[in-house]
């Protein structure tokens, strides 16, 4: 049911907020592409994000999570 995909998606979860998504990447094509999509729930709002990058390999992978945490710190939404 919903709750327990809710519960799969957590990534982190403070005091403040809880952050949720999923991470892809496509190799199919001759250009690699990697996504992070989610949302965050504050005690206020929830924030969806999407985000979809070009990888060249499994060495940037971890950039997905590191732009989009870095967007949702620069926003105010994360700290």
Same mark, same amino acid.
């Given at each position: 049911?919903? @709750?327990?995909?809710?519960?799969?998606?957590?990534?982190?979860?403070?005091e403040d907020y809880i952050?949720?998504?999923?991470?892809?990447?496509?190799?199919? $094509?001759?250009?690699?592409?990697?996504?992070?999509?989610?949302?965050?729930?504050?005690?206020?709002?929830?924030? $969806? $994000?999407?985000? @979809?990058?070009?990888?060249?390999?499994?060495?940037?992978?971890?950039?997905?999570?590191e732009i989009t945490l870095?967007?949702l710190r620069l926003n105010?939404?994360?700290?």
């Amino acid at each position: 049911d919903i @709750n327990t995909l809710k519960q799969i998606m957590i990534e982190e979860k403070t005091e403040d907020y809880i952050l949720r998504a999923k991470s892809g990447w496509s190799t199919r $094509f001759e250009q690699e592409s990697g996504w992070y999509v989610g949302y965050v729930e504050t005690k206020d709002d929830v924030w $969806f $994000f999407a985000t @979809n990058i070009i990888t060249k390999g499994a060495k940037d992978l971890a950039k997905r999570k590191e732009i989009t945490l870095e967007a949702l710190r620069l926003n105010g939404i994360i700290k």
